[in-house]
C-alpha cells in the first residue's frame, strides 16, 4: 500500500524506468553497460516505492497516551521553552527520520485541532539545533480533554523539499490517523506538558501509530 502523495512519483518513475530499460535494450550494444543501467532504474524504482510505502498500523486509541506520530529514531528528550503556541516551559520529545522510514505523520492523540499553521524557511540538515525553528514546518496542536494539549512540528530537512499538513483548525483528530507526509527525509519534534510520563529512551527506535512515547 502507498501514500496518495506518492502516486504520482511512482507513477512518473514507473514509465521512465521502462523507457529507460527499453532503450537500454535498443540502443546499448556494450551488455555489461546494459545490464548495469537496468539495475540502476529498477533500484531507483525500488527506492521510490519503498519511500512511499504506507503500512497499516495497529493503533490501540487512548485519550491519556501520546503516541509516535512518525517512525524513526528519538534524537532529543528535554526540557524547552516553546515559544510559537504555548510560550512556556515544554518536555521537548524529538524524532529524526531517515529516507528509508516510512515518512507518514499520524495524528499523536485524538481531539479537537486548536492551531495549525505553516511557516517557510531553510533545509538545515534536519539534527541541527535551529532546525525547529528555522526550517520549513508546520506547527499543529491537537487537544482532549484527559491529556490536554499536545503540539507537534514537522519539520523539512536537508533533503525534504516539501511537507504536506491536513490538518486544519477545528478538525476532529483521530489518533494514528494519517495527519500528512513529509518528503525525503526529516524530523518531527512533540511538546508535551512538564508532568507528562515520557515512556521512550534517547536513541530508542519508534513506530508511528503504535509506540507510546507519553503518558498521563
Known sequence: ??????HKIILITFLIVIAGV???DSFITIEWLRLILIIALLVLLVLILQFFRNPKRRTLANDKQVISPVDGKVVVIEEVFEKEYFKEKRLQVSVFMSPINVHVTRYPIG??????????????VAWHPKASEENERTTIVVENDTYGKVLYRQIAG??????VNYAKPNDKAVQGA???FIKFG???DLFLPLDTNIKVAL???????ETVIAEH
Open 1 to 6: 500500500m502507498f501514500h496518495k502523495e506518492g
Open 22 to 24: 527499453v532503450l537500454a
Open 111 to 124: 481531539g479537537n485541532v486548536l492551531f495549525s499553521k505553516y511557516h517557510p524557511g531553510k533545509y538545515l
Open 158 to 163: 536537508a533533503l525534504a523539499k516539501r511537507i
Open 178 to 180: 494519517d495527519a500528512g
Open 186 to 188: 526529516s524530523r518531527v
Open 203 to 209: 536513541n530508542q527506535k519508534v513506530r508511528g501509530g
